[in-house]
């Protein structure tokens, strides 16, 4: 596709239960970040990708959360045990290099709801 | 302190009003300067990319830099309705993170 697809757009779980979120970047794009936006809040940093490894995980903010991008190109948040807490819109945006600094592309966002 | 500060607003102004944003930061490192328009239940779009200080223009909006006092602004001329958003801040170090303000809330009346 022409641009960054998140999947699915919308989820509605259980606290407790165990949610994965799904973001296929632009094609050739190297840098991939997963961010996280509260209402009325800026978009909060949670890990960025340069290629298959984790370049920057400072923004997890427990070892509930954990993400994957294997071949470089298509990356899942993992989220264990969900809580209320971490209801927000998770955003993913990438980037053609990560050396230029913040021209991010975005998704639409997955919208998490943990009852 | 955040190392991004952003004023949420709301802001309302008149359609054909000039509309400045600020953001103040405090990591000098930051040397990529971005501002993000974000329509409701929309991801973030890129609207102005600046690198180091100065001034950059494109159509009716102006991004200015200005590194000495840490201190970034968007101006927006002749508003329209359309531009009714959340415009984000954001900066980065390059091959690091890019961090986001707040975003403030802007309405633009007809």
């Known amino acids: 596709g022409a641009g960054v697809s998140q999947t699915p757009s919308n989820k509605v779980t259980e606290k407790g239960k165990y949610v994965e979120l799904r973001c296929d970047p632009i094609?050739?794009?190297?840098?991939l970040y997963w961010y996280r936006q509260s209402l009325g809040q800026g978009p909060e940093f949670l890990i960025y990708?340069?290629?298959?490894?984790?370049?920057?995980d400072s923004g997890l903010p427990n070892d509930r959360f954990f993400a994957v991008r294997p071949e470089g190109s298509v990356s899942t948040l993992k989220i264990q045990r969900t809580e209320r807490g971490d209801s927000a819109v998770y955003l993913c945006?990438?980037?053609?290099?990560?050396?230029?600094?913040?021209?991010?592309?975005f998704g639409e966002g997955s919208r998490l709801t943990v009852l | 302190q955040k190392e991004v500060e952003q004023d949420p607003g709301p802001l309302s102004v008149p359609e054909g009003a000039i509309v400045s944003l600020n953001c103040t930061y405090s990591?000098?490192?930051?040397?990529?300067f971005m501002w993000y328009r974000q329509y409701s239940r929309k991801g973030p779009e890129l609207l102005m990319y600046?690198?180091?200080?100065g001034n950059k223009e494109d159509g009716r909006f102006t991004a200015q830099v200005d590194k000495s006092s840490k201190y970034i602004s968007l101006f927006i001329r002749d508003s329209q309705p359309s531009d009714s958003a959340t415009y984000l801040c954001?900066?980065?170090?390059?091959?690091?993170?890019?961090?986001f303000g707040t975003g403030t809330k802007l309405q633009v009346i007809p």
């Open positions: 945006a990438s980037s053609l290099n990560a050396g230029r600094g913040g021209e991010l592309f």
């Open positions: 094609s050739g794009h190297t840098a």
């Open positions: 990708f340069q290629g298959t490894g984790a370049a920057d």
């Open positions: 990591n000098s490192a930051f040397q990529y």
């Open positions: 600046t690198y180091s200080s």
């Open positions: 954001a900066m980065s170090a390059g091959y690091q993170k890019v961090t």
